[in-house]
């Protein structure tokens, strides 16, 4: 009995449990300025960049093929997600303080937990079409051109999307504390609701594509290199920064709410430290995972030599044609010969755009 008595006694300090004394301290307001600084630099690129993608796929949109109708997603998403990251950036820099009322704390999530799911959904969906247009070219498109297969596939996906995010977002709400915050609150059952919607993310935001994406990208890998129109190991090495990519942005953040799910499922099995950090990390790693948003139009449109002839063509298309004349007249006179001016500007070749120069 003493043996017991003495490990019973050993787990409180002072009268308080050893896992809730907290000695580390977190450098909360140098996190508050980067996550602001960082914040700010993925929506100012994030929105030009996707801005861009859309403005310039969207002309093509009815004649897409498969990958490039997945890009149009891919981007639509992407621009969704950082539409609302201002209000991230405000609530970050007041520490969780929402000012904003209930209706945009349930619409901003809501605006943000579809497209969680969406980007990754149509990733996959692109990583497939572009397997089996390589790979497999006689096998069945996921997106034809032609018939409703493209739409319905597409709005499935949406409403699958939606489906998810309304699982947590139903719990959102406007809580009146101290400060006002916006938070998943629900009235029962917590850890259980908690548990289930970090999981549902886990599995269909990350575990899911994540296999499509890499097994996918490593068999189109392989095809490449046997492919004899391969302009040496960038096509290849291109390929697997895809994979790489998607990695690094999510796999740290579903870790760290791996191990808070764990915490919530078993509260004495991490000290109160380690919760205290998970926590603090919980915010950078959400901040980094949006670095996809930045990543996703550098890799899928402005790495393809095409997507920059379209992107080109398009600025080209709004010039007025008087203007165009002129620049061509003086390119003609300061060459050597002196040749003459042509009338027409040469318009630049309108090839389909793809995820990379690899087997377009």
């Known amino acids: ?95 969780k303080v929402w000012l904003w009322g209930r209706f945009l704390c349930k619409v901003t999530n809501l605006l943000y937990l579809i497209n969680f799911y969406g980007s990754s ?19 069945p498109a996921l997106f034809p051109a032609l018939g409703l297969r493209r739409w319905l596939l597409c709005g499935g996906t949406w409403l699958l999307c939606l489906f998810l995010a309304l699982l947590e977002n139903v719990h959102m709400d406007l809580l009146e504390w101290d400060e006002p915050g916006c938070f998943m609150m629900p009235q029962f059952s917590y850890v259980e609701w908690f548990v289930s919607v970090a999981f549902l993310g886990l599995v269909f935001q990350f575990a899911l594509p994540a296999t499509i994406i890499v097994g996918c990208n490593v068999l189109i890998a392989r095809a490449v290199r046997s492919a004899p129109d391969v302009q040496g190991r960038r096509d290849v090495w291109l390929v697997h920064v895809y994979s790489l990519v998607f990695i690094v942005c999510w796999l740290p953040y579903h870790l760290v709410m791996l191990l808070i799910i764990i915490d919530d499922l078993n509260p004495r099995l991490f000290e109160c430290n380690t919760v205290d950090l998970l926590y603090f990390c919980y915010s950078v790693v959400q901040c980094l995972s949006l670095f996809h948003c930045v990543a996703n139009p550098i890799l899928y449109n ?14 080209v298309s709004y010039i007025p044609r008087e203007g165009l004349t002129e620049l061509g007249e003086q390119a003609d006179s300061g060459g050597k010969g002196g040749g003459r001016g042509q009338s027409k500007p040469r318009r630049i070749s309108n090839s389909s755009t793809s995820h990379s120069e690899v087997g377009s």
């Open 121 to 139: 959904f149509f990733l996959a969906f692109m990583t497939l079409e572009r397997y089996r247009s390589l790979v497999r070219p006689s096998a």
């Open 1 to 95: 009995m003493s043996a017991d008595h003495t490990n019973h006694s050993e787990l409180f300090v002072n009268g308080t449990p050893w896992f809730l004394i907290c000695t580390i301290e977190l450098a909360t307001d140098t996190r508050q300025i980067i996550l602001f600084l960082l914040y700010l630099l993925i929506f100012m690129v994030g929105l030009l960049e996707n801005l861009l993608v859309v403005w310039v796929n969207w002309r093509r949109r009815r004649a897409a093929s498969g990958v490039l109708f997945c890009v149009i997603n891919v981007s639509l998403s992407d621009l969704s997600l950082v539409a609302v990251l201002p209000f991230y950036m405000m609530e970050v820099t007041l520490d």
């Open 302 to 315: 402005f790495l393809s030599k095409s997507f920059r002839n379209n992107l080109v063509n398009a600025v």
